[in-house]
């Protein structure tokens, strides 16, 4: 995760896992010992949290980053399943499983549990590939934005 570090200098013990399977398992030992417990997933992250999310991982709130949220929703398989999450998506994203387009969607589907979208407007190359880290999908690597976005929502919940 690119921005691990901005999430440790806010104070956050942050752990990254690469399957759905070992998030769920961190999830439950740290709300098993009284931790609050976020998801914060980018991309195929979305897909990785609401897998675990859908197989009942404890969470607090959830900071979801260009999402497939078509995806998403059939593997969290209810909305009951999603905690209190924040969305944030470039209004430029040109890649086609996480248009922006699905974004209203997924909040309307989430029964009240999306809580807050964050749009970001950033510019960069039109020629970076359309599902890369330095196009729309990822904020052109303009980060500070939609991290401090991130922090303040889990600052709050």
């Known amino acids: 995760m690119r921005n691990k570090g901005a999430f440790d200098r806010a104070g956050f013990n942050t752990l990254v896992s690469s399957t759905a399977k ?7 030992s740290a709300s098993n010992s009284g931790q609050k417990v976020f998801f914060v997933g980018m991309s ?7 897998a ?8 607090d709130g959830a900071v979801f980053f260009s999402g497939n949220y078509q ?18 998506h470039h209004r430029n994203d040109k ?6 387009a699905n974004v209203e969607p997924f909040r309307q589907w989430s029964n009240g549990r999306v809580e807050k979208i964050v749009w970001i ?5 039109s020629r ?3 599902c890369g880290a330095v196009g729309a999908h990822g ?4 980060d500070q934005q939609p991290i401090a976005a991130a922090i303040a929502f889990i600052r709050a919940h």
């Open 121 to 125: 407007k950033s510019t960069g190359s």
């Open 139 to 142: 904020f052109f690597r303009k």
């Open 71 to 88: 995806r998403a929703r059939s593997l969290l398989k209810s909305p009951a399943n999603l905690p209190p999450t924040l969305l944030v």
């Open 95 to 100: 890649c086609p499983g996480t248009t922006p």
């Open 44 to 50: 195929i992250g979305v897909i990785k949290s609401s």
């Open 52 to 59: 675990a999310l859908g197989n009942g991982a404890p969470a």
């Open 128 to 130: 970076a590939p359309p």
């Open 22 to 28: 070992a998030a769920a398992k961190a999830a439950r």
